[in-house]
């Protein structure tokens, strides 16, 4: 790959922590695949050029948590105003058999453009979309089309042996897995498609749906041995709502998080979306073990599940990285927006929580609970560590060259800033995404996609929904 030079960049955010988290740069070079340098650097004879000026270059984004099918459930009217629950039954577990493989490609092929517009370059999907019989490989399909955009992609294979009641209600119910078919698939599809190297492009992940939910317990310690046996990480998701900590402590008498310590699903290997409903005790089993989090500030708000403790929770030694999780409860299910509402909601969160002082407490606060260089190291480095790629995620040479570059003269959103680095992620919108480089390649050159033809997207969207509707209500 021949060497290129990004010049002039008004201001460079590097995914790091404190003092590090930003670079004077102005320039950075890119030689085969990997960051070279960054500094004030000259041109190479036959080197390409690209003027950032007036630009910002923030590391790729990376989104730990997702359900790319959703992108063909977005505002389903049945679904809009529910909590989680009754939500699961009105929209995904309603239309999961509506799915074939043409609605479930157009479906991920959405979900990866929205992604790579934001400047997105990592993506790890929690696809659940399997069913004994099923008559298309929907991990294949996944693996697809994110290698037809350039993107890197983390399956995280989910699947349940067991239902809830609320999925056996269904007419169009799924049968569930056994075991055995379950740890199979995941076995043939790590053998096709899992690289384990630092900046693999290609990784496969144990993600049975959620561990209190979908597998008895002897199962998800099995499940979770031969994860391990495999060097393969392991997803779900935990302790959305306060639901979870109902129907734990009703059916094995402990926490959510101290259910999954008695199965082996906690460690550094593991992390988990949501974690929006935690005590005390649970943050400090999750610190002390080194287990994940993705979190989903949008898809919490929308569904009225709450935000998840992220001060607290890193504050004990848990790593955080950011998912956007599916459109069907996050109809905005891009990067840009994800971190914008991160940012607010943990002040938010501070903020509603501040005592007055005259009833003993210390009055205003919340403003400086997370700041954009914090949010950015979730979305990034953050990110990028939680999914085991350590050579991706952050704006360093060595490291690959995963980057996003941000024109901001293109809408009055962005005029104005005294702090321009800080724009995309604190004015939100959708900043103009001049180049997107994953591993060094082009995916994105001044807020398009090279032979995409997005209102024939549109239109192929629309016919799909229809028909998606049509076979839901016929079931």
Avoid at 49 to 61: G, M
Avoid at 172 to 177: C, D, G, H, T, V
Avoid at 310 to 330: F, H, K, Q, T, Y
């Amino acid at each position: 790959m021949p060497s290129l030079l990004i010049r002039n960049a008004a201001a460079i955010m590097t995914g790091l922590a404190g003092a590090a988290a930003r670079h004077a740069g102005p320039d950075l070079r890119i030689h085969d695949s990997r960051i070279a340098a960054i500094g004030r650097l000259d041109p190479l004879p036959g080197e390409t050029l690209v003027d950032a000026s007036d630009c910002v270059i923030y590391p790729a984004w990376v989104n730990t948590h997702h359900h790319l099918f959703q992108a063909l459930l977005k505002g389903e009217p049945l679904g809009i105003n529910a909590t989680l629950t009754p939500w699961l039954a009105a929209t995904p577990y309603r239309f999961r058999a509506a799915f074939d493989e043409a609605s479930f490609r157009l479906a991920a092929r959405i979900g990866l453009i929205e992604l790579a517009l934001s400047g997105c370059a990592t993506v790890a999907d929690h696809n659940y979309l399997y069913w004994p019989g099923q008559d298309f490989d929907s991990s294949a399909v996944l693996f697809e089309e994110a290698d037809a955009l350039g993107l890197r992609f983390v399956l995280c294979r989910g699947g349940a042996t067991i239902t809830r009641q609320l999925e056996a209600e269904l007419l169009q119910a799924l049968r569930p897995e056994s075991l055995e078919g379950f740890l199979a698939s995941v076995e043939a599809t790590a053998q096709r498609f899992h690289d384990p190297a630092p900046d693999s492009m290609r990784r496969v992940v144990v993600a049975p749906t959620t561990p209190p939910y979908s597998m008895r317990p002897e199962e998800l310690r099995e499940t979770a041995a031969f994860a391990r046996a495999r060097g393969l990480r392991l997803h779900s998701h935990l302790s959305e709502t306060v639901g979870y900590q109902d129907s734990v402590q009703a059916q094995h008498g402990m926490t959510p998080v101290r259910f999954c310590e008695s199965v082996d699903w906690l460690g550094e290997d593991v992390w988990f979306a949501h974690l929006v409903k935690l005590d005390p005790d649970e943050i400090a089993l999750l610190g002390a073990t080194r287990t994940g989090i993705a979190h989903c500030p949008q898809s919490n708000g929308r569904l009225g599940s709450g935000i998840a403790p992220v001060r607290a929770l890193e504050a004990a030694g848990v790593p955080v990285s950011i998912g956007v999780d599916g459109a069907a409860s996050n109809e905005a299910a891009d990067m840009i927006s994800e971190t914008h509402a991160a940012w607010l909601m943990q002040r938010a969160r501070a903020g509603h929580a501040a005592v007055p002082c005259h009833l003993g407490g210390a009055g205003e606060a919340g403003a400086d609970e997370a700041t954009v260089e914090d949010v950015i190291r979730w979305g990034s480095s953050g990110g990028a560590a939680v999914l085991g790629l350590p050579a991706t995620g952050a704006l360093v040479p060595g490291m690959a060259a995963d980057i996003a570059i941000y024109a901001l003269d293109r809408s009055p959103r962005y005029f104005g800033m005294h702090d321009i680095a800080i724009s995309p992620v604190a004015c939100g919108g959708a900043a103009h995404l001049k180049r997107l480089y994953v591993s060094g390649r082009e995916v994105v050159r001044e807020g398009a996609i090279a032979g995409l033809d997005m209102a024939e997207l549109a239109v192929r969207a629309r016919t799909a929904v229809k028909g998606m509707i049509a076979r839901a209500e016929a079931a």
